[in-house]
Structure formats: structure tokens, C-alpha cells
């Protein structure tokens, strides 16, 4: 990660708590940015390229979830929520709305800027050519093809877009194809540490990639397969 400058922009009302974090952040040869408002949030990243976008929860003028919501419709950045907020329900809110990763409040700043260099790692390793996932390019199936170098996935001849995690999760059933995994296996090889509660989400994704799916290929959707009180598997 060091022969690139990455950019990360973070969204926090509180100067104390984004001067923290440009501090650290920083240390790692990262370009920061900030954002105080939300609505300004979104002129910068609809203006600039970021490899990463920190945001709180709650926020004056617009909160985090409209924001995700807003963002998710234009760029699939890597977000990262910051929330004094940390109740499971408060967790699956933030993955609902389109959050790649969460961090509760008070925070580690080292926590912090481990989360983004894993998330900016993840993402750039799935989206750009020159990052090989595999020796094979794509991953195709009757109604469902999977381009691994440009970080795509069409079903029924049409690109459908999907945030990070969605991606990721549908990858890995696909490369385990007819293999059904828990929850709990899911959230750990997706998000690469323990769930504490948080295996809901694995729901919540599910059912966005499935909706998404069935738009353009009902026959592609029905692949992604729920083994009712076990958990999921993308089925042949």
C-alpha cells in the first residue's frame, strides 16, 4: 500500500475527533480530507476519488444512514462508520444502509486506521486489473458470470452493482459453490474477525444481493439458496 497514495475522507462534526484521526491516519502516508457537514460530504465525493470515506452516525444536518444511502446510489467507496451507537441493532442499521465496516465510539485511533487499510486493501484487491485475485478472470455459471479483475457482476448479460461486502460475500459462495455455510463462517472469512453478534447482517446483505439479482435474472437469484436454520449457500 505504500507505492500509492491513498485518500481517505473523514466526515465528523467534532474538530477534536477528526484531528485525532487526520493525526494517525497521516502517520501512514494517507491523504486526509474533512468534513464537518454532511451536505459537503457529499460535494466532495461526488467532486473527488476516495479509497475510503470515514463517517459519524449522527451528524446536524444529515444523518449517517441518508448518507450512506445517498452515496451507495452514485459510488460503491468503502465506508467506515464511527457511532457511540454500538447496540446490534444500531450495527445491522449501518450494513443496511450500505457501511463496509464499523468502529464504536470512544475508539482506538490504531483500531481505526487498521480497519481502513483492510477495507482499502479488500477493495482495491477485487477492483482493479492489475490486482489478481486468481489466475482465472471470471467465474461464469448458466445466468450468473462474475469478473474478477473489474470488480462486476452480470447476470443475464446485464452489470448489476453491488457495495463491497455484497461482492465479496457472493465471491466466496461462488468460488464454495454447493456448499452451505453458517452465518457465523460467512461474517468471519467476509469481515475477518469474529461476529459478536453481528451475524444478522449476513441476512441483511443476503437479501440485498438477491433482490438485486432478481431484477435482471429471477433464474440467477433463485442460485442464492437460504438452508433455513443453518445459513447459505449459491446452488447449481
Known amino acids: 500500500m505504500k507505492d500509492k497514495k491513498f485518500r481517505v475522507l473523514i466526515i465528523d462534526d467534532e474538530a477534536n475527533v477528526r484531528s485525532l484521526l ?54 460503491q467507496t468503502p465506508l467506515l462508520l464511527l457511532s457511540a451507537k454500538s447496540g446490534v441493532d444500531d450495527r445491522i442499521a449501518g450494513f443496511q444502509a450500505g457501511v463496509d465496516d464499523f468502529v464504536s465510539k470512544p475508539f482506538s485511533p490504531r483500531e481505526v486506521l487498521l480497519r481502513i487499510k483492510a477495507i482499502v486493501r ?21 445466468q450468473l458470470t462474475i469478473d474478477l479483475n473489474a470488480y462486476k457482476v452480470i447476470a443475464n448479460g446485464i452489470s448489476i452493482s453491488l457495495t463491497l461486502k455484497e461482492f465479496q460475500i457472493l465471491l466466496y459462495l461462488a468460488r464454495n459453490h454447493d456448499i452451505v455455510f453458517t452465518r457465523e463462517e460467512l461474517f468471519t472469512q467476509i469481515w475477518q474477525h469474529s461476529p459478536q453478534g453481528d451475524c444478522r447482517t449476513i441476512d441483511t446483505h443476503i437479501k440485498r444481493i438477491r433482490e438485486k439479482l432478481l431484477v435482471v435474472s429471477p ?5 442464492l439458496r437460504t438452508k433455513w436454520g443453518i445459513g447459505y449457500s449459491l446452488k447449481l
Open 122 to 142: 479488500r477493495f482495491t484487491f477485487l477492483h482493479h486489473s492489475d490486482y489478481q485475485i486468481s489466475d482465472t478472470k471470471f467465474i461464469h455459471f448458466p
Open 22 to 75: 487526520r493525526m494517525h491516519i497521516e502517520k501512514d502516508e494517507f491523504i486526509v480530507d474533512e468534513a464537518e457537514e454532511s451536505l459537503l460530504a457529499l460535494t466532495m465525493v461526488q467532486q473527488n476519488h476516495y479509497d475510503a470515506i470515514l463517517l459519524d452516525w449522527v451528524m446536524p444536518d444529515l444523518d449517517g444512514r441518508a448518507f450512506c444511502r445517498q452515496i451507495r446510489e452514485v459510488k
Open 219 to 223: 433464474l440467477a437469484a433463485d442460485m
